[in-house]
């Protein structure tokens, strides 16, 4: 099976951007989805495929993919994105997922 | 609107098989559009995907799970069911169900969740 690389943590002053990232063979064929998940609450899908944002979704959460590495981009952080983030994708297999290791936002 | 909520015991035994059902309201199991399925998150540890089903009865495990894992779907009554048998202390987790869409580029994902439904193995 294939697996999601995520860096464990990043911080992002606010107001300023970052990009959360995730890396792993199966992206070279497809897009991840990605999910915002504060403690306590369920995961929210925040962007996926090539360019969609679910309704109600802020439009400063963006995402990219170049080869194998996708890329999750907050422009303006506010302290509410403050979560862990998480890509999900097929595992190689139709109908299989994977989740990366999950990102920690800080924001300062 | 569509709401899952995931019902079952909160503590089991160890070597004993947990139950959890996922009661959907706001949309229907039997929808040919959608896919519904299980994530758990171990405490202090990341998400991870368990299984899902098809409203026709189609499943995907988990690979690490898949002897374990099973997961069936009930048109009738409007739900779908995890059973996780010869449970250890690592399948100590909140346990998720969600409904799942497919989009070309991403394949299928989880696009809606319960709340969480926390399980202790003792």
């Known amino acids: 099976s294939s697996e999601l690389t995520q860096d464990p943590a990043v911080s992002v002053a606010l107001g300023q951007t970052v990009r959360i990232t995730c890396q792993g063979d199966s992206l070279g064929s497809y897009y991840p989805g990605w999910y915002q998940h504060k403690t306590g609450g369920a995961p929210l899908l925040v962007f996926y495929g090539k360019n969609k944002r679910p309704s109600g979704i802020p439009d400063r959460f963006s995402g990219s993919k170049s080869g194998d590495t996708a890329s999750l981009t907050i422009t303006g952080a506010q302290t509410d994105d403050e979560a862990d983030y998480y890509c999900v994708s097929r595992d190689g297999t139709a109908n299989h997922l994977v989740f990366g290791g999950g990102t920690k936002l800080t924001v300062l | 609107q569509l709401q899952l909520r995931e019902s079952g015991p909160g503590l089991v035994k160890a070597s004993e098989t947990l139950s959890l059902t996922c009661i959907v309201s706001?949309?229907?199991?039997?929808?040919?559009?959608?896919?519904w399925g299980w994530v758990r998150q171990p405490p202090g540890k990341g998400l991870e995907w368990l299984g899902t089903i098809y409203y026709s009865g189609s499943t995907y495990y988990n690979l690490s799970l898949r002897s374990r894992v099973s997961i069936s779907v009930d048109t009738s009554k409007n739900q779908f069911s995890l059973k996780l048998t010869s449970l250890t202390a690592t399948d100590t987790a909140v346990y998720y169900c969600?409904?799942?869409?497919?989009?070309?580029?991403?394949?299928?994902?989880?696009?809606?969740w319960g709340q969480g439904s926390t399980v202790t193995v003792s």
């Open positions: 969600a409904r799942l869409i497919t989009d070309f580029w991403s394949g299928s994902l989880m696009d809606v």
């Open positions: 706001g949309g229907s199991v039997g929808s040919s559009s959608y896919f």
